[in-house]
């Protein structure tokens, strides 16, 4: 049997949450730019912030929480198949009885 390769096991659990934390946090900073911009801005644009201020939560859950699976190695394919056990050799004759 073939062993794991390292480049085929999964990131760490520690790695993986700090990727999550790096994206949440530049998601969440990202919010507080465009609640203090409400502050600024007027007209369309303060529409804008404000859409980013109350959606950008969600989808900053839903992007943190997304685990990247890693590249697999290239799947070798199976020498021939071997049956093990018992083959018969039946005539044609015997399956007509």
């Given at each position: 049997m073939k062993q794991q390769s390292?480049?085929?096991?999964?990131?760490s659990p520690e790695v993986e949450?700090?990727?999550?934390?790096?994206?949440?946090?530049i998601a969440m900073g990202v919010r507080v730019v465009c609640i203090v911009?409400?502050?600024?801005?007027?007209?369309?644009?303060?529409?804008?912030?404000?859409?980013?201020a109350i959606a950008l939560?969600?989808?900053?859950v839903v992007v943190a929480n997304v685990k990247i699976a890693p590249r697999g190695a290239e799947v070798l394919r199976p020498?021939?198949?071997?049956?093990?056990?018992?083959?018969?050799t039946r005539n044609v004759d015997d399956d007509a009885r």
């Open positions: 390292i480049t085929s096991l999964p990131a949450r700090r990727n999550r934390m790096i994206k949440y946090s911009l409400m502050l600024f801005v007027h007209g369309w644009w303060l529409v804008l912030c404000a859409i980013g939560p969600y989808f900053a020498g021939s198949v071997e049956l093990y056990g018992e083959t018969s």
